[in-house]
């Protein structure tokens, strides 16, 4: 089966700065994929690559079988983009943003007006349709910018950061929303810099740092790679840490030690990876 999404060897180059620096990866049809790194990794650039914002500097990428450079126009018919900056228009109602963009793809008024209703319902929009989109708080404004984005019926979801900014329940709401979608069959690429994000959500992860991605695989086998227990040792303020295969030989190494003040062990997270290929947190 062809890849939904495919990026190959692609370079992005900003005042001779490469910020995505020789970038390959496959997404498969049915997937949430999540984009992990920094602020400045390149995750927002590649999502603009992968959504005919901005071109490549160099490498080639393919989103739902069509080359994105050459075949702009169907790669947009096939996605749905959710930006980081709130692109909803402030002084039209809700319907008002649904319907703009219901237009601009063309979708027969009929159509158009079921597909509104039928959306806003599933984001829990629709009784606040009329009201005029300023009213709304910034987690309303992310659902009806998901919601909007899904009018067109795209196959592939392209979501940057679509937390970020959001308190824990409203970010929970809005995971339990991507979640359904993939069951739906919605293919789904994320970026972020909350691991939990990524936990909780993705298939698989790429870990991006500084245009390049040093990481790749399921939680599970990049647990498994790194070591799945930590030794967390705490020396003035800061915490040193030793990986082992399992949590139980963590533990049994601490339970060795004779002097297990400021020691604790904990199952490996994302983060610790970051940390342990990088020297760096994620944020
Ligand atoms: P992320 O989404 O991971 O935070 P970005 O893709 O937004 O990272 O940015 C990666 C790097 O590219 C940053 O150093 C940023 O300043 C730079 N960059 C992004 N867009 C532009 C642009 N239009 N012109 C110049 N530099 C840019």
Request: glycine fraction near 8%; charged fraction near 25%.
């Amino acid at each position: 089966m062809a890849a939904a999404v495919s990026i190959q060897n692609v370079h992005k180059v900003y005042d001779n700065i490469p910020v995505v620096n020789n970038l390959s990866l496959n997404i498969q049809a049915g997937e949430i994929f999540g984009l992990l790194g920094p602020n400045g990794a390149g995750k927002s650039t590649t999502i603009r690559m992968l959504t005919t914002l901005t071109s490549p500097s160099e490498g080639h990428l393919v989103v739902a079988g069509y080359d994105v450079q050459r075949q702009a126009t169907e790669v947009r018919r096939e996605i749905g983009v959710v930006l980081q900056q709130t692109s909803v228009d402030g002084d039209l109602s809700v319907w008002e943003n649904m319907e703009l963009h219901g237009r601009m793809h063309h979708i027969p008024k009929l159509q158009r007006q079921r597909r509104i209703t039928q959306w806003l319902d599933f984001v829990e929009l629709s009784d606040r349709r009329l009201d005029k989109v300023k009213t709304l708080s910034g987690g309303m404004k992310r659902r009806l910018q998901i919601a909007r984005a899904l009018l067109h019926e795209p196959r592939i979801l392209f979501l940057d950061e679509p937390t970020v900014g959001l308190d824990p329940q409203t970010r929970r709401r809005l995971w339990e929303i991507i979640q359904s979608l993939n069951q739906q069959g919605m293919t789904i690429l994320l970026t972020t810099h909350y691991m939990e994000e990524v936990e909780y959500l993705c298939n698989r992860v790429g870990i991006l740092d500084q245009g390049q991605l040093i990481e790749i695989g399921t939680l599970t086998e990049l647990r498994y790679k790194h070591g799945e227990g930590l030794v967390m040792t705490q020396q003035g303020d800061r915490w040193t840490y030793k990986f082992f295969p399992t949590l139980q030989e963590a533990n049994q190494y601490l339970e060795q030690q004779p002097d297990k003040t400021g020691m604790m062990t904990r199952p490996t997270n994302l983060e610790d990876i970051f940390v342990e290929l990088t020297g760096r947190n994620l944020d």
